[in-house]
Structure formats: structure tokens, C-alpha cells
């Protein structure tokens, strides 16, 4: 069993910036890819920007530029740097990890999700 722990979330003006970090806990053989969703009211979950064990990372298109991706695979974390914010990026953001469990069965974790709010 594996726990994603999210913080960073809050209010920030347009133009500002925010970290986000997940952390993984728990027992597995290995963390492969990790990412970070977003769900804005009334909209369905989408992908902002996802990262594998070795470093590649991609993004939505319209975040890119603006949020970058990383994470450090001895501290089972990952990271979603946001600048520039826009109002349009106000959603609450999801951490995703593909996991390897000890029997070597794939499993797909989330976490409970952290409010990030663009206003001025």
C-alpha cells in the first residue's frame, strides 16, 4: 500500500507561483512514473505534467512553459514548480504514482488532492 501525501496548494494572485509537493509512503519495490492532475469545478480531471523515473517529463500544452516538472527518486517525491499563474489554472491538483508493488503487480495511486486558487 502506498500514500501520496500533496501540500502547497493555496491562494496566489495571477502572474504569482507556487510549489507543490508529493511525497510517497508505504511499502513497494519501486515508484515509476509520477504526475500531477487537475480538475477544475465543473470539468473533468486532466493531465498537467507527468515525469518518469529517469527524468522525461511532458506537459499539457497549456501549462507549458510556465510549470516545470521534477523529483527525487530517494525521497519517493515529486514536485510541480507553477509560474505565471492564470486564473484559468485554479483547480484542485492530484498527485499520480505508477507503482511497482513487491509481487511485481502494477498499481495506480493518488493522492487527496490540494486547492490551488488564481485571484486577485
Known amino acids: 500500500q502506498v500514500q501520496l501525501v500533496e501540500s502547497g496548494g493555496g491562494l496566489v494572485q495571477p502572474g504569482g507561483s507556487l510549489r507543490l509537493s508529493c511525497a510517497a509512503s508505504?511499502?513497494?519495490?519501486?515508484?515509476?512514473?509520477m504526475g500531477w492532475y487537475r480538475q477544475a469545478p465543473g470539468k473533468e480531471r486532466e493531465l498537467a505534467a507527468a515525469?518518469?523515473?529517469?527524468?522525461?517529463?511532458i506537459y499539457a500544452d497549456s501549462v507549458k512553459g510556465r510549470f516545470t516538472i521534477s523529483r527525487d527518486n530517494a525521497k519517493n517525491t515529486v514536485y510541480l514548480q507553477m509560474n505565471s499563474l492564470k486564473p484559468e489554472d485554479t483547480a484542485v491538483y492530484y498527485c499520480?504514482?505508477?507503482?511497482?508493488?513487491?509481487?511485481?503487480?502494477?498499481?495506480?495511486?493518488w493522492g487527496q488532492g490540494t486547492p490551488v486558487t488564481v485571484s486577485s
Open positions: 499520480n504514482a505508477a507503482v511497482t508493488d513487491w509481487d511485481q503487480t502494477a498499481t495506480n495511486y
Open positions: 508505504g511499502s513497494f519495490f519501486r515508484i515509476n512514473a
Open positions: 515525469i518518469t523515473r529517469s527524468g522525461h517529463s
